[in-house]
Structures are given as structure tokens and as C-alpha cells.
């Protein structure tokens, strides 16, 4: 399966502590890009209404307003092998219950395509449409 499999404990020692001394020594890039994404966005009204709408959303699963399905929505992987996380297509308050379950590599591939990335643009009018259709299907 892994590349990894094949080697022995001294080489995977050896590729561990390369892997740790890299990490080491390129911590201050990715320390400083981590910040200037915080500085900005934590602070945002924007962050902290999504932030809100999500705890909302987690005690609403909770309470069983919900059904957690236990799967990814998208691929069907089961919770046991992935994190399944709630993906928001909008946050209009409409919408705040309006979610899927997916998994965290479906759900990256979802905020993309609606432009949530930090930093990326706004989703496009044509990938709001699509969403707004997808989430017609579902609620069918
Ligand atoms: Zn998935």
C-alpha cells in the first residue's frame, strides 16, 4: 500500500528525523503565512458569523434536529475511516440547517468550488447556481 512498507526501521528513522529537521527548519514560513490568514481573518464579522451558525448547526445534529447520516454525502466513505465534516452551502440564515454531510477531502473540494477558501475569491455565480441545483436534488 505505502511506499513506507518496504523499509526497514533504520530507514524510516532516517527519512522520520529528515522529515522533522525540514520541518524545522521551514517552521517560520508557514508560522508567518498561519498569522497574517489569522490576523485577518479571525477578526473578520464574516468569520465570526460562520463561526456562530456553525456551533448552531453542531447542537441542531446533537439534538437530532439533524440526521447525521454517518457517511460522506459525496463518496459514502463511513465515519470510521474519515472525519466527516458539515458543509454549509450558504449561511444565508434560510439555509443555516440546509447542510451535507461530507468528508474533510469532499468538503475541501466543495469550499473551493464555492470560493470559502480563505483568501480565494467569492464562489462564481455559475457555482451558486450549481449548488442552489444540487441542494434542490437533495431536498427533493
Ligand atoms: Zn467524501
Not at 4 to 29: F, G, S
Not at 39 to 48: C, D, G, I, N, T
Not at 99 to 109: D, E, G, Y
Not at 115 to 140: D, P, Q
Amino acid at each position: 500500500m505505502s511506499r513506507y512498507e518496504n523499509l526497514t526501521e533504520d530507514e524510516r528513522r532516517i527519512i522520520n528525523w529528515r522529515q522533522t529537521q525540514y520541518h524545522r527548519d521551514h517552521r517560520e514560513p508557514y508560522r508567518e503565512a498561519a498569522r497574517r490568514w489569522a490576523k485577518k481573518a479571525l477578526k473578520s464579522p464574516e468569520y465570526r458569523y460562520k463561526q456562530m451558525v456553525q456551533r448552531i448547526t453542531r447542537a441542531a445534529v446533537k439534538s437530532g434536529l439533524i440526521h447525521d447520516p454517518g457517511v460522506c454525502q459525496d463518496c459514502g466513505v463511513p465515519r470510521e475511516f474519515a472525519r466527516i465534516e458539515i458543509h454549509h452551502w450558504s449561511y444565508n440564515p434560510l439555509h443555516w440547517f440546509d447542510v451535507r454531510f461530507v468528508c474533510r477531502a469532499c468538503h475541501m473540494k466543495r469550499n473551493r468550488a464555492d470560493g470559502f477558501i480563505a483568501g480565494a475569491k467569492k464562489g462564481s455565480k455559475k457555482s451558486a447556481h450549481k449548488n442552489l441545483e444540487e441542494a434542490r436534488v437533495v431536498n427533493a
